[in-house]
C-alpha cells in the first residue's frame, strides 16, 4: 500500500484556521477484504479501522453513485448539526464491495466552541474585507433557513450576501464556531466564500470566480462555416427533456434545464431587452462576422451559439462522469442525486468589460454563471511607411499596451532603424544599446528572451522616440504586456512578415499611428475553446473543489484547456478570440518548452500552460495507442473522484492512474509518460512553502517512469 498525505504548516493562533490535511489511500491491490456491505458502511468501517472514533463516523453524511462498477461515496461531516468547513471524504467501491481508493480530510468531532458574534457581524467583516467601498455599509437581515441567513445585496451584487454558520477546526485543534460568507459581485461576477471566526476574524478568503486574460490578437478566419446542426430531442440519458425549454424563448434568451443563455451587453447580469419571440425552437440566425458583432443579427448568432457550445459540453462531461451526483449543472435532476436549481446563467457579450471570460461556480443548487466579452480585433494600429516606395503602405500593428503613452492617429513620423545591442548580431533589444544611438528614431526589435517592456526601455535608454517589435513567430500581432511607469515612448506590434520586410531594405522611414478606423471585435462565444475552458472550472471546482490558489489554481486553468485541445483535437487554444494562429498561450502544447520546475506561483494561467501540456501529451499517446478520445476524457473525469480538494500535479496524475487501474490498467504506461515528460514522474513532489506573497509551489521534478513502462 502506498500513502500520501498533503499538510501546510498551521498557524500558532488557537483563533486562527488550522490547514487541511487530506490523506489519500491507495493500494495495487483493494484497501479491503470484499464485502456485501453497502458502499457507505464500508467506507465508515474503513474510518474506523483507521482510528476515527463513532463520534466521527457518525457525523458522516454519504451519498453514493455508481458508475460502471464502480460505487463513488461522499461523505460530508456534520458536528453539532452545523457543518464543518472543509472536511468530506470520498471513497470508491468495486463490485466485489472492495475499498480500492479513499481520500481522508475529516476532521475530529468533539465539543464546539460557540460564536461570540451574529451572522451579520460576520457579513460586516467580509464586507469591509473584500469591498472597502462598503466599509460603512450595515447588511440588513433578509430571511432565515435552517444555518444560513440571508442579507439584502443591493446592486452591488448579483444576490444578497449570505451567511452559512459552520465548524471549522482551529489551529490547536479544537472545534470553533464560525461562519461562511457568500458574496457574488453584479458587475465583475466575483464569488467569494470568506470564513470569518466566531471570535470576529476573517480567516480565509476563497475566490470561486475564475477570470482569464485573453489579449493577444490576429486576423485568422473561422475554421469552420455556419452550418444547421439538430439538438439531441428528448428521451436522452444526458439530456432527458432535450435541451430547450417550451415557451418564454426568444433570440436574446434561450433556455433549458442545462443553460440559460441571454445576451446582457448592459451588465445588469439579466436578458436584455429586444430579439423575436421563437416559438418553433428553431435559432436560425445569420451571423455576418464582416460587420460588428454588435448588429443585431450577430447578437442573436451570438446566444444561440452560446446555447449549444453550452449543452454540447454538457452532454459530452455527463457520458465522461459529470453527472448529477458529481455534481453537474442542471435545473432538474430527475431523481438522479445532487440538488438541482443550478443550470448555467450563459451571458453573452457581457458589458462588464473585454478581451476576457469567466466562471463562478457556487455550491451544488445554485446557478453558476459565465460571462463572455467581447475581443479587440486587428489593426488598432499600423505602422505607414512613406520611403522607400518600394514597401510604401501601411502595415497592420496593434499598440497600447500595459506601458508607455497612447498614439493618436497622427502619431509620430521618423527614421525605421534596427536595434543592435551588440551582443553578436542579435536585434532582440535586451542588453543595454549605446547612448545616443537611436537618438530621434523609430526603434525596430525582434520579439524574443526578455519581456516587452524591457525591449522598449532599451530602445528609449538609447534614444529613440517609438518602437516597433515584430514577432517571431509567425504574424500573429498582440497587445505588449508589461509594467514600467518609466517608459516615456509609445510602441507598437506587428507580425514576423512585416519585421521582415521593414528590415529587408534601407532608409526606411514612416509613422506609427493609431487606426482611423477601429478593427472589428471579435466575439468568444462563437469561440468553443473559450466555451469549453470557462465550462471547465466548473468541472473541476465541482468534482474537485477548492481549484484557487496558486498550484491547485494553475491545475485548474491548465484541465480546462485540456478539455479544448482534446475535443476540439488542436493544441492551440482560442485562435479566434485572440485573433492569432498560435492562439492565447504561451507556445503550441506539441513539445511545450517547459516543464513542472517552471511552477513557481508567478501567474496561474502561465503555471497551467504546464498541466495544459501534459494533457495534450495524453491525447497524443491515446492515438497512438489507438485509446478513443471517450475513453481518454473518462480517465480524467473520473479521475477527479480521486482527487483530493486543493490538488497539486502528481495528485491530478495518481487520480487518473486510479481510474485507468479500475479499467484494468491497460493504459497505465501512457499516463506516465504523458507526465513523466514533463517532469511529474515517479518522485515528484510539490510542497508549498510559505514567502512574502503568500505560499508558492516548491516543486522537485522527476522525468522517471515505472521500470515497467517502455
Not at 467501491?93 to 475530529?108: C, M, P, Q, R
Not at 477527479?640 to 490498467?665: C, H, K, W
Amino acid at each position: 500500500m502506498t500513502f500520501s498525505s498533503v499538510a501546510s504548516a498551521a498557524p500558532t493562533s488557537s483563533d486562527e484556521l488550522a490547514e487541511t490535511r487530506a490523506q489519500v489511500y491507495r493500494s495495487e491491490r483493494a484497501l479491503t477484504a470484499p464485502s456485501r456491505s453497502g458502499a457507505s458502511a464500508i467506507a465508515a468501517g474503513f474510518l474506523r479501522s483507521r482510528g476515527a472514533s463513532e463520534a466521527t463516523v457518525g457525523s458522516l453524511r454519504s451519498t453514493e453513485a455508481r458508475q460502471g462498477d464502480i460505487t463513488h461515496v461522499r461523505l460530508e461531516q456534520y458536528v453539532g448539526g452545523l457543518r464543518v468547513h472543509g472536511a468530506y471524504a470520498k471513497a470508491a467501491v468495486n463490485a466485489n464491495g472492495e475499498l480500492i481508493h479513499f481520500i481522508d480530510g475529516t476532521a475530529a468531532a468533539g465539543p464546539v466552541v460557540s460564536a461570540r458574534v451574529s451572522e451579520s457581524d460576520a457579513v460586516g467583516l467580509a464586507l469591509r474585507n473584500l469591498y472597502p467601498e462598503l466599509r460603512d455599509t450595515q447588511p440588513a437581515e433578509q430571511s432565515r433557513e435552517g444555518n444560513t441567513v440571508s442579507f439584502a445585496g443591493g446592486a452591488f451584487f448579483h444576490r444578497g450576501p449570505t451567511a452559512e454558520r459552520v465548524v471549522y477546526v482551529a489551529a490547536n485543534g479544537t472545534l470553533r464556531t464560525g461562519f461562511l460568507v457568500e458574496t457574488w459581485t453584479a458587475k465583475t461576477n466575483q464569488l467569494n466564500h470568506t470564513l470569518v471566526s466566531g471570535e470576529g476574524r476573517v480567516l480565509s478568503v476563497e475566490s470561486r470566480t475564475n477570470n482569464d486574460r485573453y489579449n493577444v490578437f490576429t486576423n485568422d478566419p473561422l475554421k469552420t462555416p455556419q452550418a444547421i446542426v439538430t439538438g439531441p430531442g428528448a428521451g436522452n440519458t444526458q439530456s432527458p427533456l432535450g435541451w430547450l425549454n417550451t415557451s418564454g424563448l426568444t433570440t436574446r434568451l434561450i433556455s433549458g434545464n442545462n443553460v440559460r443563455a441571454y445576451l446582457d451587453t448592459d451588465a445588469n447580469n439579466a436578458p436584455d431587452t429586444g430579439g423575436t419571440s421563437v416559438t418553433n425552437g428553431d435559432f436560425l440566425a445569420i451571423g455576418d462576422l464582416t460587420q460588428a458583432p454588435t448588429t443585431n443579427a450577430n447578437r442573436d448568432m451570438s446566444v444561440q451559439n452560446l446555447f449549444y457550445l453550452n449543452n454540447y459540453i454538457h452532454d459530452a462531461l455527463y457520458r465522461y462522469g459529470f453527472n448529477e451526483v458529481a455534481p453537474n449543472f442542471q435545473e432538474n435532476n430527475f431523481g438522479k442525486g445532487g440538488l438541482g436549481s443550478d443550470s448555467v446563467d450563459a451571458e453573452a457579450q457581457d458589458g462588464s468589460g473585454t478581451d476576457n471570460a469567466n466562471f463562478s461556480t457556487p455550491a451544488d443548487g445554485s446557478n453558476p454563471r459565465m460571462q463572455m466579452y467581447l475581443w479587440t480585433g486587428v489593426g488598432t494600429h499600423q505602422v505607414n511607411v512613406q520611403l522607400p516606395t518600394s514597401i510604401a503602405g501601411n502595415f497592420v500593428a496593434q499598440g497600447d499596451g500595459e506601458f508607455g503613452p497612447t498614439l493618436t492617429t497622427t502619431g509620430l513620423t521618423g527614421d525605421i532603424v534596427l536595434v543592435n545591442d551588440g551582443v553578436g548580431t542579435t536585434s532582440d533589444g535586451c542588453e543595454a544599446m549605446p547612448a545616443g544611438s537611436l537618438t530621434g528614431k523609430i526603434a525596430l526589435i525582434d520579439r524574443g528572451i526578455c519581456g516587452f517592456s524591457v525591449k522598449v526601455k532599451n530602445a528609449q535608454l538609447a534614444g529613440a522616440k517609438g518602437a516597433i517589435v515584430a514577432n517571431n513567430q509567425g504574424d500573429g500581432v498582440m497587445t505588449m504586456g508589461g509594467a514600467d511607469t518609466t517608459i516615456t515612448i509609445p510602441s507598437v506590434f506587428v507580425g514576423q512578415t512585416t519585421g521582415a520586410t521593414l528590415r529587408s531594405v534601407t532608409g526606411v522611414y514612416g509613422t506609427i499611428r493609431k487606426s482611423a478606423v477601429a478593427p472589428l471585435q471579435r466575439d468568444c462565444a462563437l469561440d468553443s475553446d473559450v466555451v469549453f475552458h470557462e465550462y471547465g472550472h466548473g468541472l473541476t471546482w465541482r468534482m474537485i473543489g477548492s481549484m484557487s490558489g496558486t498550484m491547485s489554481g494553475a491545475i485548474g486553468e491548465g484541465m480546462s484547456d485540456v478539455l479544448a485541445v482534446i475535443i476540439n483535437n488542436d493544441d492551440r487554444v482560442g485562435e479566434y478570440s485572440g485573433s492569432s494562429e498560435r492562439g492565447i498561450r504561451s507556445a503550441p502544447y506539441t513539445n511545450f518548452p517547459r516543464t513542472y520546475a517552471s511552477v513557481t506561483g508567478s501567474e496561474v494561467h502561465t503555471d497551467g500552460e504546464v498541466y495544459g501540456a501534459i494533457g495534450w501529451q495524453l491525447w497524443l499517446n491515446a492515438q497512438a495507442a489507438g485509446v478513443s478520445k471517450d475513453t481518454l476524457l473518462t480517465y480524467l473525469v473520473d479521475g477527479m473522484n480521486y482527487t483530493p480538494a486543493a490538488p497539486n500535479f502528481e495528485q491530478m496524475r495518481d487520480g487518473i492512474l486510479q481510474s485507468v487501474a479500475n479499467a484494468g490498467n491497460v493504459h497505465r504506461c501512457l499516463v506516465w509518460d504523458a507526465f513523466a515528460k514533463y517532469g511529474v514522474g515517479v518522485g515528484a513532489k510539490a510542497t508549498m512553502v510559505r514567502s512574502k506573497g503568500g505560499t508558492v509551489p516548491s516543486v522537485t521534478e522527476s522525468f522517471v517512469k515505472p521500470s515497467d513502462c517502455p
